[in-house]
């Protein structure tokens, strides 16, 4: 049986049939990821006994009769700064790579509710911060398309592991592009929900105010599934809504008739390398082609998101991550002889040099002389830009654009850090916004690696995305029929 | 010196009596033993985020009422950013640009009369964990109080003298105590302050460079702290010299204080809002149903004191400032004919030994009773206030009229009585009634004295002044 060509619903009716039990699938998966790790790297942990002991209680209630959740069974993996009670969660950084947190976090205990088999912890770029996972402690993970490239990040690890088949699924955080940008480089769907639909309850902060989880998959229709599962109220999250969630996966099946597409023409000429702008405006043409709507989107100056999100991701980093300080938990460095020595000598050992460099950048921000130039204006731009998108998808239903400026970048490629934000300027704006954007695969280059698309819609109108989504997805099959 | 005056403002930390902590589901009660109270979100592990404990807001606003502020229709919380082993997230959150409270007023009755001292604002925010330090095994860090939800009182800087600033205290002290949101324990460390001192010539409206003493915990050391910094700066003025904008540790053991910081070190906190916490929006219906829970405060009571019962305003203050005994003296009030001589013997006898928590050691009806007896002239004020300390501490409710039956306190009245007695203090007293002649009015206390030991201190001693001078004025010079 070849469960990588299976997806999560059918995976889940296999098991109900008993045409395999959940040991099966998971000793499947871990056998992939034992055989596949030495050379990609996603995961830091893999968790193969509380796995299989997780399986078989599955197994167990399933011939039992039990009527179980439709994830249950199957095998995922969590990035690694998601709380998981008694497993190893280093956040991809020597400060905590040896915490074990005595809690799990809301998403995690959900996926236990669910009776979902954790398999284990991806790697990911130190705190979130990153696009390559090349910043991890514990080194970076290998694109499973091309081993020679990055799979993205910062959920690097988590999109590696499901684009290689180690995982049937796994979760990230994105905040600004963690999950959407290495779906794309890795060929996968990658959802960064609405702010505030799933609990952060239990994520290491890095963003407080746009971090999300969010679930990668090989389809629509998985991803569907999963933010089913995690999304909803946590009364420990005090941004989190609290509305009565819809289903995800009504859209599905109904296609883009009628459906008004944005394009941001102007961004497509000057931002992106030309075969991602015709993979882009090819997509556009085939929902078209099916009664979509495409008009061009104007907005005001957009280009001004960029410089606003990592001023204020600068800022929230340098505060969220004051904790790791070496005294309660986490690195200590073996060298002080006072209070100051182990603030200081801890937190220069421990963190790698972009934490540093976000966290200095964001103290500045904040500083009372600059706080009002800097940290309030970006607040203002923000508002500003959270305005012009909302504008813009009063006319439209969704706005269609590139996730990347390029495909996935060769390992070990030396940029400044200013190039490298500046990769990141259609990722951020949902992010800003605190819109869903919904990263899909359309199409790829000659040498076969894939372009991601994403779809960005107004706040919680995450079925219409993966309405929308599972369209563009068909094109891609067109394409290779 | 008197041509200086001090100008002082407060900042007081309050801690509020709530069931849970600020911002998790912890228990907030003093003497856990250390780090029992404690979860992720308050030791604040990675991940583990803050929700607002709505009963904070509610205390918070309670008080603010108590203290004549306005609340805020929408006040925000930010994160205060600093590096400290007692503060695990790296960052307090607190309230600045937005506070929960603004504005107010208390007015505080010293010797020296009435003062209104307004308020900047009163804010929420969470107290830290607290270090311990040990001989063997170093500091160790215990995180009970990390995230026990305090209310901060800063006021305007309207305060001129140490007495102000303890009369300011017990006021605060009172009023949270009335409205039930704190123990206002000093000694618990459930009430701190800070005092922010200048000094500047008496009668000049400019402020001078102040310094700031953080952290003072009881009223005495306030005072102290108070009087010592004062005559510090004034010295240093007087001598030409110029005072340093600093942070200040006052030591209570040696009563003076030495510089822990300059301006030039001064933190910057990086204050924020805090992105974890939506804005606290306090509707109209909430407020009105906050306000009606509010009892009657010192204040009225104090009004009521001085109006029906012709108590002086600085006995009526002293009465209210503690709401156990504003409640034990009305209560008494309302059994005698002399609530006045009630209210004398609580201020004289009662208050100075008064634990700070626990019930009051006697019943109204008993001091009603011994009012009425020292009201009736049946005891003299000595036996009254014997009779009063016997209470306090007996164990069974002492009846004082079955008392002073047993115990034959009654006092004499009766001038056939005292008659023999006063002939023979006179004779043996010489030179007291020489000087009294002389013109020497105290001389005339021996003689009673001697009354009142050969009667066992039961003399009428207005009634055995009055006869002695009747005698001595019929001795012939």
């Known amino acids: 049986m070849d469960f990588n060509k299976m997806d999560i619903e059918q995976l889940a009716s296999g098991l109900r049939a008993r045409e395999f039990t959940a040991v099966e699938l998971t000793r499947h998966y871990l056998a992939e990821t034992a055989s596949k790790e030495p050379e990609l790297n996603a995961f830091i942990s893999v968790t193969s006994e509380a796995a299989l002991t997780a399986a078989e209680s599955c197994d167990k209630a399933l011939a039992g009769g039990e009527e179980l959740p439709v994830l249950a069974g199957i095998p995922f993996a969590l990035k690694d700064n998601i709380s998981t009670k008694g497993i190893l969660t280093s956040s991809g950084s020597k400060m905590l790579s040896n915490y074990i947190p005595p809690y799990d976090a809301t998403v995690r205990a959900k996926l236990k509710e669910q009776r979902a088999v954790l398999l284990g912890k991806t790697n990911m770029d130190e705190f979130a911060m990153g696009s390559t996972t090349e910043s991890s402690f514990y080194g970076p993970t290998k694109n499973p398309l091309d081993t020679t490239r990055t799979p993205g990040g910062s959920s690097g690890g988590s999109a590696a592991a499901v684009a290689a088949g180690e995982v049937p699924f796994a979760l990230g955080s994105d905040t600004g592009g963690s999950v959407c940008q290495p779906a794309a480089y890795c060929g996968i769907v990658g959802m960064r929900p609405s702010y505030s639909l799933v609990s952060r309850y239990g994520v290491a902060a890095m963003t407080s105010s746009m971090d999300q989880v969010g679930p990668l998959t090989k389809t629509v229709r998985d991803n569907a599934l999963v933010l089913q599962a995690i999304a909803g109220h946590d009364p420990q999250d005090s941004v989190s809504q609290n509305k009565s969630l819809p289903d995800f996966s009504s859209g599905l099946g109904r296609g883009v008739k009628g459906l008004r597409f944005g394009l941001p023409l102007d961004h497509l000429d000057t931002k992106v390398r030309p075969e991602i702008k015709e993979a882009i405006l090819s997509a556009a043409a085939g929902l078209e082609s099916q009664g979509a709507e495409i008009v061009p989107v104007h907005t005001g100056n957009l280009d001004v998101a960029l410089p606003a999100y990592y001023l204020l ?24 002889e006072n209070l100051e020595d182990i603030y200081f000598n801890s937190r220069s050992e421990g963190m790698g040099k972009e934490t540093k460099r976000r966290i200095m950048l964001g103290t500045f921000a904040l500083s009372s002389e600059f706080y009002e130039e800097f940290y309030v204006k970006a607040q203002k731009v923000r508002t500003y830009i959270c305005h012009e998108l909302t504008m813009a998808l009063d006319r439209i239903d969704l706005i269609l654009a590139p996730v990347t400026a390029d495909i996935a970048p060769k390992l070990g490629t030396k940029k400044s850090p200013v190039e490298r934000y500046l990769e990141s300027f259609f990722v951020v704006l949902a992010p800003l916004a605190g819109l869903p954007a919904l990263s ?14 994403q779809l960005i819609g107004s706040a919680f109108s995450e079925p219409l995305l993966y309405q929308a989504g599972e369209s563009v997805m068909a094109l891609n099959s067109k394409e290779s029929n | 010196m008197s041509k200086y005056e001090a100008v002082i403002g407060l900042e007081v930390h309050v801690e509020l009596l709530t069931e849970r902590k600020i911002f998790c589901h912890c228990r907030n009660e003093f003497g856990a033993s250390p780090n029992t109270n404690i979860c992720p979100v308050c030791i604040a592990l990675p991940g583990a985020l803050p929700v607002l404990n709505r009963q904070v807001v509610d205390y918070a606003i309670k008080a603010g009422l108590a203290c004549n502020s306005e609340i805020a229709p929408y006040s925000q919380l930010e994160r205060k950013n600093y590096f400290y082993p007692d503060l695990p997230s790296a960052y307090q959150i607190t309230q600045g640009k937005h506070p929960l409270c603004l504005g107010g007023y208390i007015d505080v009755e010293t010797a020296d009369g009435k003062r209104r001292v307004r308020l900047n604002h009163i804010h929420i925010e969470a107290d830290a964990g607290k270090l311990v330090h040990l001989d063997k095994e170093g500091t160790l860090v215990d995180l009970n109080r990390a995230g026990v939800p305090l209310i901060e009182i800063v006021t305007e800087p309207d305060i001129r003298s140490a007495a102000e600033a303890d009369a300011f205290l017990r006021k605060i002290r009172a009023l949270v105590q009335y409205t039930g949101v704190s123990d206002g324990r000093m000694d618990r460390g459930s009430m701190r302050c800070d005092v922010n001192l200048s000094v500047r010539p008496e009668g000049s409206d400019e402020l001078g460079t102040r310094t700031e003493m953080k952290n003072i915990n009881s009223f005495n050391f306030v005072v102290k702290a108070i009087e010592h910094e004062f005559k510090r700066q004034v010295n240093i003025l007087e001598s030409g010299g110029e005072i340093d904008q600093e942070t200040r540790r006052f030591d209570s053991n040696t009563g003076t204080s030495s510089s822990l910081r300059s301006k030039e070190d001064a933190m910057d906190y990086r204050y924020f809002p805090d992105p974890d916490l939506v804005p606290i929006a306090i509707k109209t219906s909430e407020l009105e149903q906050i306000k009606a829970q509010i009892p009657e405060l010192p204040d009225v ?27 034990f003296f009305e209560a008494t009030a309302e059994k005698t004919a002399y609530p006045k001589l009630a209210a004398n013997l609580i201020i004289a006898d009662l208050l100075p030994g008064l634990a700070e928590e626990g019930d009051i050691p006697l019943l109204p009806r008993q001091l009603a009773d011994l009012a009425d007896l020292l009201g009736k002239e049946e005891i003299n004020s000595n036996t009254g206030r014997r009779v009063f300390k016997l209470m306090l501490t007996a164990t069974d409710a002492l009846d004082p009229n079955a008392y002073i039956k047993e115990h034959n306190l009654a006092q004499i009245n009766d001038r056939s009585a005292l008659e023999d007695l006063i002939d023979s203090a006179i004779a043996n007293n010489k030179k007291a009634v020489a000087d009294y002649k002389n013109g020497k009015e105290i001389a005339i206390k021996a003689i009673i004295g001697q009354v009142m030991k050969g009667t066992s201190g039961l003399a009428n001693p207005l009634l055995t002044e009055e006869m002695i001078k009747e005698k001595i004025a019929r001795i012939p010079d």
Not at chain 1, 317 to 327: E, Q, T
Not at chain 2, 319 to 327: E, G, P, Q, S
């Open chain 2, 301 to 327: 009571r104090m009004a009521a004191y001085v109006d029906r019962w012709d108590l002086s305003h600085y006995d009526a203050d002293l009465l209210t400032n503690d709401i156990r005994v504003a409640d």
């Open chain 1, 440 to 453: 899909l695969p359309s199409g790829h280059l000659a040498d076969g690696m894939p372009i991601g698309l």
């Open chain 1, 313 to 336: 991701t600068s800022a929230e980093v340098s505060s969220n991550l004051g904790r790791f300080d070496g005294i309660h938990y986490g690195y200590r460095s073996k060298e002080y």
